[in-house]
């Protein structure tokens, strides 16, 4: 269902709605902890790869939510925030601006609230995550320039007297990073594994919610784990972290959905961060594409930029002769982009050329070492 103009409401009446129903909240949180128990822990499933020289791999696999992806902890902490914030009440009108998974995930709750879900998305979104989102009762508004989304989500959200989520302000603070998240169960599964303490954890940079969180897990437990981020191309995070410039931007948005941005968004904290890894596009579609042979099913592009960066970190290991585990992530399903990176016509004209970095991959499985594309 597409967006379509409503009149400007009346931003009092629903300040005042939400500021008197306290019943309703009270039942919307309860329904909402209990999906958390319906939805339970994410496996942690082991990865192999080729020889990785005493190198253990692991994949926490996301894309088995009952929203197909990470950001279904994401939605969950924001709609938790929103409500107990008291920006969230029976009749508001629920906003987002999203390059797909935190749209589809949100509309998801926003359906079991019964409440209404606009996302503003960049027009490039696959149209497998248009569709999710549709399913979940959302309406969907494109916006040409994804620089755009969050501005025009900002003015939808006055129209309609609602609630903009702003994941990318507030996925830091939504998230209760000393319990019950990514993190805790991320170490707890790995307790008695061969390297229970990762030398490494590895994940992409949408909001920074998540590598914020797992950070300050780490420090809080006193764990010596380091936390390993990888940006792709157009993104702001890599010459961020590395200028020590929280203000830096560019000009050319990311086109590996779900990760990367032109800013660096308030949720990304680099103090937190030990290294950022620029990983091409084409290394992260050719390593999709390999993962998935190895996984058995399809996964997507971000888990694809995860992997590539955690073989870069496997390489680092292994010069150095150390042993150890290293953890990422499978963030979402690869069955939302069967339209675009698995698809062939589409990365010709993207002009991107995946054939030197598949002849990597496949030197690799040969061999265990990773060269230069």
């Not at 319906?38 to 080729?50: D, K, M, Q, V």
């Not at 963030?331 to 589409?346: H, I, K, L, P, Q």
């Not at 690799?364 to 060269?371: E, I, K, M, Q």
Request: proline share 4%.
């Amino acid at each position: 269902m597409m967006y379509s103009e409503y009149p400007i409401t009346d931003a009092t009446d629903v300040i005042r709605q939400r500021r008197t129903d306290r019943r309703w909240v009270t039942q919307a949180l309860e329904l909402l902890t209990a999906e958390a128990g319906r939805s339970g822990w994410t496996p942690l499933i082991p990865f192999h790869a080729p020889d990785l020289r005493e190198i253990d791999i692991y994949l926490k696999d996301e894309s088995l939510h009952p929203t197909g992806s990470l950001k279904h902890r994401l939605a969950r902490s924001l709609f938790t925030h929103g409500l107990c914030n008291g920006d969230i009440g029976p009749q508001t009108t629920i906003v987002e601006a999203s390059s797909g998974s935190t749209a589809v995930s949100e509309a998801y709750f926003a359906q079991i609230l019964g409440l209404d879900f606009i996302a503003v998305i960049p027009a490039a979104t696959s149209r497998e995550k248009i569709a999710l989102i549709e399913r979940h009762g959302g309406q969907v508004l494109m916006v040409d320039d994804p620089a755009d989304v969050v501005r025009t989500a900002q003015k939808v959200t006055v129209q309609r007297g609602g609630h903009f989520m702003d994941q990318f302000t507030f996925a830091s603070q939504a998230t209760n990073w000393r319990e019950g998240n990514i993190a805790s169960e991320l170490f707890h599964q790995m307790r008695r594994e061969k390297h229970p303490v990762p030398e490494w954890i590895v994940v992409g940079a949408g909001t920074g919610g998540t590598s914020t969180s797992i950070a300050r897990y780490a420090r809080f437990t006193g764990l010596a784990t380091r936390i390993a981020v990888v940006d792709p191309e157009g993104s702001a995070f890599y010459e961020g972290w590395r200028r020590n410039d929280i203000s830096y931007v560019t000009s050319t948005p990311s086109r590996i959905e779900g990760i990367g941005r032109t800013r660096v968004e308030r949720s990304f904290v680099p103090n937190l961060i030990d290294e950022v890894l620029p990983v091409p596009d084409a290394a992260s579609i050719a390593t999709m594409r390999w993962a998935s042979r190895i996984i058995g099913r399809r996964v997507g592009a971000s888990t694809g930029t995860n992997i590539w960066g955690t073989l870069q970190l496997v390489q680092r290991l292994g010069t150095s002769r150390r042993t150890g585990s290293i953890v990422s992530l499978i963030c979402d399903t690869g069955d939302r982009y069967s339209s675009t990176y698995y698809n062939d016509e589409w990365l010709a004209a993207q002009n991107i050329d995946i054939a030197p970095f598949e002849r990597t991959l496949e030197d690799f499985t040969s061999t265990g070492v990773l060269r230069a594309a």
